[in-house]
């Protein structure tokens, strides 16, 4: 798996990105975001039972990664057709604020190194990409088990003060002086 201070990947996948089939689908490449922070979250498999919740989590925080200059990016081995019928489906995620890759090559998550090996799709993985392309933070979870967003936006907040940050650390506290 790649690792922090690791350049992420060069890709380019489809992505559904509203649930209205004219403009559902878009193009997302390294260069779609260039300049911002990357939230890259990938889950398991669509119309499952742990996913929604974590995905309609980060959509209700969107707004905060947006004001930190970051875009959130979530992805999956799925199509981006079986994505745009979950979203249509779904109540929670016909709104999404943020594209869903759709890495139905296994080009992205194989490079990543978060292909799981037993069930052939994406593992729990979150990525903190910087302006640079370079990974800030990675995070791993058990396929059965959801993450915490508000956890990753501390720890972009953390990673943005370019400081030494404590344990527990949030926006607005004091970092550690040297």
Known sequence: MLGVGQKFPQFKVKATV???LKTAFTDISNDTYKGKWIIAFFYPKDFTFVCPTEIKAFGDMNGKFKERDAQVLAGSTDSEFVHLAWRQHKAELKDLPFPMLADVKRELTTALGILD???GVAQRATFIVDPE????????YDLNVGRN???ILRTL???QTDELCPCNWDQGKETIKV
């Open 18 to 20: 509203s649930t209205d």
């Open 117 to 119: 090996p037993n069930e």
């Open 133 to 140: 392309g370079i990974i800030r933070h990675v995070s791993v």
């Open 149 to 151: 967003p508000q956890e």
């Open 157 to 159: 907040d953390a990673l």
